[in-house]
């Protein structure tokens, strides 16, 4: 498993994170009507990358957004094997399971950002750059569900049971939230690609949220 995130390291991304709110709000408010509509039209424009697909910039940002989500799933499917939380052997092989599917997702949607440079529509790079030069995941446009810096602290200091159902409660609203954002992908997007990977991924995701939802309703206070 990989290493754990510490309770300090988050408290350093909520500073690097207000930085870049800070920036946000400022471009915002430079916005007009117009500008508005210009960014809609923008991310509705189709592009054409070098090998001939077909991809526009909601289709960068979904990419962009769903590998920030699933790098923090990979982080809290990684606590439930840290031993002083004390998850209950069930919970393990579900996590690890998670996790190898997020990770494979990854790959997948990278290589797609990786074939689509250089960028489209408004200041929207689609290169593996602009998802590492994220400070912090829960700042990242159109991820949904994603855990707040607290909420992370806060599943890193609970034990036992306590631990499983907060873990079961997080990791639900998560991929709820990744569902929501593939409904929208299959919307706004224009690659066929990105479209069947969104629905793979769905699909996954509802199945894992059937396990997580019915574990939720039956697992004890000791978490055994």
């Given at each position: 498993?990989?290493?754990?995130?510490?309770?300090?390291?988050?408290?350093?991304?909520?500073?690097?994170a207000?930085v870049?709110?800070?920036?946000?709000?400022?471009?915002?408010?430079?916005?007009?009507?117009d500008?508005?509509?210009?960014?809609?039209?923008?991310?509705?424009?189709?592009?054409?990358a070098?090998?001939?697909?077909?991809?526009?910039?909601?289709?960068?940002?979904?990419?962009?957004a769903m590998?920030?989500?699933?790098?923090?799933?990979?982080?809290?499917?990684?606590?439930?094997?840290?031993?002083?939380?004390?998850?209950?052997?069930?919970l393990?092989?579900?996590?690890?399971?998670?996790?190898?599917?997020?990770?494979?997702?990854?790959?997948?949607l990278?290589?797609l950002?990786?074939?689509?440079?250089?960028p489209?529509?408004?200041?929207?790079?689609?290169t593996?750059?602009?998802v590492?030069?994220?400070?912090?995941?829960?700042?990242?446009?159109?991820?949904?569900?994603?855990?707040?810096?607290?909420?992370?602290?806060?599943?890193?200091?609970?034990?036992?049971?306590?631990f499983?159902?907060?873990?079961l409660?997080?990791?639900?609203?998560?991929?709820?939230?990744?569902?929501?954002?593939?409904?929208?992908?299959?919307v706004?997007?224009?690659?066929?690609q990105?479209?069947s990977?969104?629905?793979?991924?769905?699909?996954?995701?509802?199945?894992?949220?059937?396990?997580?939802?019915?574990?939720?309703?039956?697992v004890?206070?000791?978490?055994?």
């Amino acid at each position: 498993m990989g290493s754990t995130t510490h309770p300090s390291a988050w408290r350093g991304r909520i500073a690097r994170a207000a930085v870049g709110v800070l920036g946000a709000v400022v471009l915002l408010c430079g916005c007009t009507g117009d500008d508005e509509g210009g960014a809609n039209a923008s991310m509705a424009t189709e592009q054409t990358a070098a090998d001939g697909t077909v991809f526009n910039a909601a289709d960068v940002e979904f990419a962009r957004a769903m590998i920030a989500h699933h790098r923090q799933t990979v982080e809290i499917a990684d606590l439930a094997s840290v031993p002083g939380n004390e998850a209950s052997t069930w919970l393990v092989p579900l996590a690890d399971r998670i996790k190898a599917e997020q990770l494979a997702d990854i790959d997948r949607l990278q290589a797609l950002l990786d074939s689509w440079d250089p960028p489209v529509g408004s200041g929207a790079t689609a290169t593996s750059d602009d998802v590492d030069g994220v400070a912090d995941p829960t700042q990242t446009p159109g991820a949904l569900g994603m855990m707040s810096a607290d909420e992370m602290i806060e599943l890193t200091t609970t034990t036992g049971g306590d631990f499983d159902r907060l873990w079961l409660a997080m990791m639900i609203r998560h991929h709820e939230g990744a569902v929501a954002m593939c409904k929208q992908l299959l919307v706004d997007g224009r690659s066929a690609q990105l479209q069947s990977l969104a629905a793979t991924v769905s699909s996954a995701h509802q199945v894992q949220l059937s396990e997580m939802n019915a574990a939720l309703k039956v697992v004890s206070p000791t978490g055994r």
